[in-house]
């Protein structure tokens, strides 16, 4: 049941409220970037070089070299910062800013308690990201894994509001997404080079059956795509990475072969044609091999 003190009505002035309060004590630090618009097979890819990644690139590898090394890994949600809560979203999930954002009011849509970020998506993942899309209109995302780009082992799906890019289309990849049969349940994009499978939607994020029609969807989508579930402890898990992105009109899934592209990490944002670079090395890669053609590199053919 929805806690009686969650509104998706005041979430977004919860979300500037907050942030404004983190900036001011320091527990949010932003990514100044500098924003690049460069077209590729039918899609303006917006590509953000951003300068001071390393900070957080150095973080994830310091986590990663602790799993390794069989410590205790570092959780940032358990406890999160109190600075950067937001909302309680319900029994299971809570609200939480991103601390090291490059897109503004970014926010993190996390489990209560430790779950692995390599967990199939369940009903109550999805109704979190319904109540937070009833909020706002935005573009929710999930990396299943390290190599679909997630930075923390602790289960999390995300949101950014929309447009991504300051100006139509809301989501740079929408004209290609176009192009799909209308009627199909998990579609192919004919402009869209590597596996996929995509859904058309027309969710109403406030209807008590969004949660139950976005969880049908993702999971015919995993089907269509050959991304079936592995227990691990006990856990349903997936046996290859892959990127979800959901927004109230459609819904795509990307199984994924590798993090990177030439040292450039994509997460599922490169798939709705948003991409990050360190610097301005990787910037002129993505010039020089196409973001499409990056895409490419990261998914499954």
Known sequence: MEPPHFDPAALWPAIERQTEHALQCGALQPIDTIQTVIESEGVRFIVRQVSSLTRKEQQRLQARKLQA????????????????????????HLALLNKFNVIDHHLLIVTRDFQRQEALLNLADFEALMRCMAGFDGIGFYNAGPEAGASQPHKHLQIVPLPLGGSEPPVPVEPLLAQAAADAPAARVPGLPFRHAFARLALDPAAPAAAKTALGCYRALLEAVGVSAVEVDGEPCHATPYNLLV????????PRSTERAEGVSVNALGFAGSLFVRDAAHLELIERLGPMNVLRRVALP
């Open 69 to 92: 090394e069989k410590r205790a890994a570092v959780d940032p949600f358990l406890p999160y910062e109190p600075d950067l809560f937001v909302a309680d979203i319900s029994d299971t």
């Open 247 to 254: 927004t109230r009109r459609w819904m795509l899934v990307v």
